[in-house]
C-alpha cells in the first residue's frame, strides 16, 4: 500500500483538525458529564523536552458520559501509549486545565471532593505479566507438575487477597492475629455472577497457576471489575478467548459501561472487529490521533483495517517422515481428566491447525511434545523424531522445538543488556542464556564446530533480515534496517516486536517441529502480515511440521487449498477434523 492513501484517509474533511492552539476550558457544570478531555495538546515520555518530536501531535479527546469509545490502533505501541496516557504514564503538555484536568468526571463538585485517578482507574492489560523482570526466567513449565507452595494460591483466593488469612502471605497489612475482613453481600453476589458468567465457577479453588491462558485473562477482567474502579481500560480483551466467550465477555461489558460501573474503554487491534455497542473511535496511527462518532472514523481509516488476503497460492508442501506420534496419550491432574487417548500423527510438512475451546487442553498437548510436561515421560506410547519420549533427554528435545507461546513470552527473560540478536541466537539450542562467542549457543549433543557456527550465524541474519522492521513497516526503505534492530536490547521493544523476535527465535534453527501458540496476539497489523507471508513462502520447509494454535481461523498462515490439517480437541478427546 503506498504511503499515501492512508495519509488521505487522516486529511477527512470531517475529522481534520483545526489549526488554533486555543483550548476549551469545561464549564462547573460539564464536569460531571465528562470523562476524559484533552483540548488540545501534544504527548511525550516524561523527560523528554517539547522540542523533541513528540509521541502524538495535537490530540484532541473528549469522552463524555454515555459515550462507548474503543482506542484502535497497532499492537506494537501506539494504542497501548494512548492508554498509558489516561494511566499518567505519558507527560500531556499543555495540560488539560482546571477546574477539570484530564478526567473532568473526578473533579465535578456533585460527587464530593476530587479523586485521586491513580484510585479510580484499572487497566487489564495483557502485554507482557512482568514475571519474567528482573532478568531471570520463570519457570511457566511448574504449572504441569506439582505445585509448588508459593503457587498455591487459589483463583478465588486471588480474587479477594484482602480477606486471606496471613498465611498465604497477602495481606502485609493485616495484624497476625486478626480475622479477614468479610466481604459484603453484594460483592459476593458480584463475585458469584461474573463468576458463572465466564465460566469459572468450577475452577476457583484451582491453583491459579494451573488456569490456561484464556481462563486466566477472563479471571483477570472478574478481579479488576471487582476492585470496583470508575473507569476500566482493557487492552485487546478478545485476544485469547474462544468464540464462545468473546460475546459473553462483550456483553459483561456493555452492561458495566451502561450502568458507569465502571465505565469501560476498550484497546483494539486495527484487525479486530468494533463491537457493536462502541459508539465512538480513537485511531492511533503514525502520531495521530482521530477521534469521533465510530463509523466516521472508521470508514475514514478503512484503508488500515481491511482483511487480509490469505496470500499467493502455494502447493502443498510434500509430506515426510513422522515427528511426533501419539497413542492412547492422556493428563490426568487427581482424578481431573484433560486429555483422554489422544491418537495423533505429525509428519514432516504437515501444517497443523490445533484447535479447542478455553481450558481444552491445547498448550497441555504441546507441553507433551515438548517435553516440559512431568506425564510426557509416562505415556503409553509418545514417540517424538523417531523415539520414544523417555530415549531423548529434555534439552535435546528443547532444541528439535521451535516454540512460540503466552506463557514463554510471559517467562523469557527480559534481562539488561541481552540483545535482539542474543535473543533469536538462544533459538538454536532452545535455552533462554546467550551462549557462544557469536551468541550463537553451543550445541546441545556435540560441540559446534566453525562450519556449524557460520550456519547459524547466517540463519540468525536471514531471519533478522526477512522479519526485522523492514518486513512490517508501511514504508519498507524508512523501517529501521536489520543491523540497527538486531543491536537494540530485547527489553526495550515494544510488545508486538518482543513476539516477533520470540517468532524468530522459533524458526532460526530450522527445528523439524514448530509450535506457534497464540503466535499473534500483541502483534500489529504489518507484523502478522509480514509473518504470515515468511511462514507460507519458505520461513519453514518440507522438512518441518507445524501446529499453530489460535482462536481466530483467518490468523492460520495456510488455508485449504494449502494442505492445512485440523485436529480439534473436545471434553478432554481429540480428532482430525475433516474439512467440509
Ligand atoms: N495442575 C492442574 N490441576 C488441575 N487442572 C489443571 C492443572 N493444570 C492445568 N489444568 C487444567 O487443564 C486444562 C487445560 O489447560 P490448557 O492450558 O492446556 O488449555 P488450552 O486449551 O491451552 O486453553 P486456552 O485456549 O485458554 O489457552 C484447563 O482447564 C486447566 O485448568
Redesign the pocket.
Known amino acids: 500500500m503506498s504511503l499515501r492513501a492512508p495519509y488521505k484517509a487522516l486529511r477527512h474533511p470531517g475529522l481534520v483538525f483545526r489549526p488554533s492552539r486555543r483550548f476549551s476550558v469545561l464549564r462547573r457544570d460539564d464536569l460531571q458529564n465528562t470523562v476524559i478531555h484533552i483540548p488540545k495538546a501534544d504527548i511525550y515520555r516524561f523527560g523528554d523536552p517539547n522540542f523533541v518530536r513528540p509521541l502524538f501531535r495535537d490530540v484532541e479527546w473528549t469522552v463524555k458520559e454515555g459515550e462507548a469509545w474503543a482506542i484502535v490502533g497497532s499492537g506494537s505501541g501506539e494504542k497501548t501509549s494512548l492508554l498509558q496516557v489516561l494511566l499518567g504514564h505519558l507527560r500531556i503538555s499543555p495540560s488539560p486545565p482546571p477546574p477539570g484536568g484530564l478526567f473532568p468526571f473526578l473533579n465535578s463538585p456533585s460527587s464530593g471532593s476530587p479523586r485521586d485517578p491513580l484510585e479510580c482507574i484499572s487497566i487489564v492489560s495483557f502485554g507482557n505479566r512482568r514475571r519474567a523482570a528482573g532478568g531471570a526466567f520463570y519457570d511457566y513449565t511448574a504449572?504441569?507438575g506439582a505445585?509448588r507452595e508459593e503457587d498455591r494460591l487459589t483463583l478465588r483466593q486471588s480474587m479477594f487477597p484482602e480477606s486471606q488469612p496471613p498465611e498465604f502471605g497477602l495481606n502485609t497489612n493485616t495484624p497476625e492475629n486478626s480475622p479477614p475482613p468479610r466481604l459484603s453481600e453484594q460483592e459476593m453476589q458480584v463475585f458469584n455472577y461474573l463468576v458463572d458468567k465466564m465460566g469459572l465457577a468450577a475452577?476457583l479453588d484451582?491453583?491459579l497457576i494451573?488456569?490456561?491462558?484464556?481462563?486466566t485473562r477472563r479471571a483477570r477482567v472478574i478481579k479488576a471489575i471487582l476492585s470496583r474502579p470508575e473507569l476500566l481500560l482493557l487492552d485487546e480483551p478478545l485476544t485469547?478467548l474462544?468464540l464462545q466467550n468473546r460475546p459473553t465477555l462483550l456483553e459483561i461489558l456493555r452492561s458495566l459501561h451502561s450502568a458507569r460501573s465502571p465505565r469501560v474503554i476498550l484497546g483494539l487491534r486495527t484487525q479486530d472487529p468494533v463491537p457493536e455497542w462502541i459508539t465512538h473511535v480513537a485511531f492511533v496511527k503514525d502520531g495521530k490521533v482521530i477521534t469521533g462518532p465510530k463509523e466516521e472514523v472508521l470508514s475514514a481509516t478503512e484503508h488500515f483495517h481491511k482483511p487480509q488476503p490469505a496470500g499467493a497460492k502455494i502447493s502443498p508442501t510434500p509430506v515426510g517422515e513422522l515427528v511426533v506420534e501419539m497413542k492412547g496419550v492422556g493428563v490426568k491432574?487427581g482424578n481431573?481428566t484433560?486429555l483422554n487417548n489422544i491418537n495423533w500423527e505429525i509428519r514432516q510438512g504437515e501444517r497443523w491447525h490445533l484447535q479447542?475451546t478455553?481450558?481444552?487442553?491445547?498448550?497441555?498437548l504441546l507441553s507433551l511434545l515438548t517435553g516440559d510436561h512431568p506425564q510426557s515421560y509416562t505415556q503409553p506410547h509418545l514417540h517424538l523424531h523417531g523415539l520414544p519420549r523417555h530415549r531423548i533427554p529434555t534439552p535435546h528435545l528443547h532444541s528439535l522445538v521451535g516454540l512460540v507461546s503466552p506463557e514463554l513470552f510471559d517467562a523469557f527473560p527480559r534481562r539488561a543488556g541481552m540483545s535482539v540478536w542474543e535473543a533469536v541466537g538462544t533459538g538454536f539450542d532452545g535455552g533462554f542464556v546467550p551462549l557462544g562467542t557469536h551468541g550463537v549457543g553451543t550445541g546441545i549433543m556435540a560441540p559446534l564446530d566453525e562450519a556449524g557456527i557460520q550456519w547459524r550465524v547466517r540463519r540468525c541474519q536471514a531471519v533478522i533480515d526477512a522479519l526485522g522492521p523492514r518486513s512490517w513497516s508501511n514504508d519498507t526503505r524508512a523501517g529501521e534496517s536489520a543491523e540497527a534492530f538486531a543491536k537494540r536490547a530485547f527489553v526495550d521493544l515494544s510488545v508486538g516486536e518482543q513476539r516477533m523476535v520470540l517468532l524468530m527465535r522459533a524458526l532460526v534453527g530450522r527445528p523439524p517441529l514448530v509450535l506457534l501458540d497464540e503466535v499473534w496476539s500483541g502483534m500489529d497489523e504489518g507484523m502478522v502480515r509480514a509473518a504470515r507471508r515468511y511462514l507460507r513462502e519458505g520461513g519453514v520447509g518440507d522438512e518441518q511440521g507445524v501446529v499453530v494454535i489460535t482462536?481466530w481461523e483467518d490468523e492460520v498462515p495456510w488455508t485449504e487449498e494449502d494442505g492445512v490439517k485440523r485436529f480439534r480437541?473436545d471434553g478432554g478427546e481429540g480428532r482430525v477434523q475433516t474439512l467440509d
Open positions: 504449572r504441569y505445585v475452577l484451582l491453583p494451573a488456569l490456561s491462558n484464556g481462563q485469547g474462544d491432574y481431573r484433560v479447542g478455553n481450558g481444552s487442553g491445547k498448550t497441555t482462536h480437541l
